[in-house]
């Protein structure tokens, strides 16, 4: 049985930082790209940032130069730094994995987090 499941979440006043780790477990296959995406009350799920299995990193516009996003290969596992946090950064932060062959999609529960003006 696949399982996502994301963790690192809270509450942070503006400017402050916080770090989700993200591990993925149960799939057969390698896991080709994964990601982080965020909804917001109201709004719909949008991407943050992903990274490819080789480490290619692609990010949202809006958090260029203030999230980093990483993984950890042996361990099906992917982080997000997030600094210099902002309000508009209050959402529920998901992870997604995909399957490489099968391209199969898996998605965390979320996690959420809050920023305090």
């Known amino acids: 049985q696949v399982q996502v499941v994301e963790s690192g979440g809270g509450l942070v006043q503006a400017g402050g930082s916080l770090r989700l780790s993200c591990a993925a477990s149960?799939?057969?296959?390698?896991?080709?790209?994964m990601g982080w995406y965020r909804q917001a009350p109201g709004k719909q799920r949008e991407l943050v940032a992903i990274?490819?299995?080789?480490?290619?990193?692609n990010y949202a516009d809006s958090v260029k130069g203030r999230f980093t996003i990483s993984r950890e290969n042996a361990k099906n596992t992917v982080y997000l730094q997030m600094n210099s946090l902002k309000p508009e950064d209050t959402a529920v932060y998901y992870c997604?994995?995909?399957?490489?062959?099968?391209?199969?999609?898996?998605w965390g529960h979320g996690t959420q987090v809050t920023v305090s003006s």
């Open positions: 997604k994995a995909v399957e490489s062959g099968t391209m199969s999609e898996y």
């Open positions: 149960g799939i057969i296959f390698s896991i080709n790209v």
């Open positions: 990274i490819t299995r080789g480490g290619i990193e």
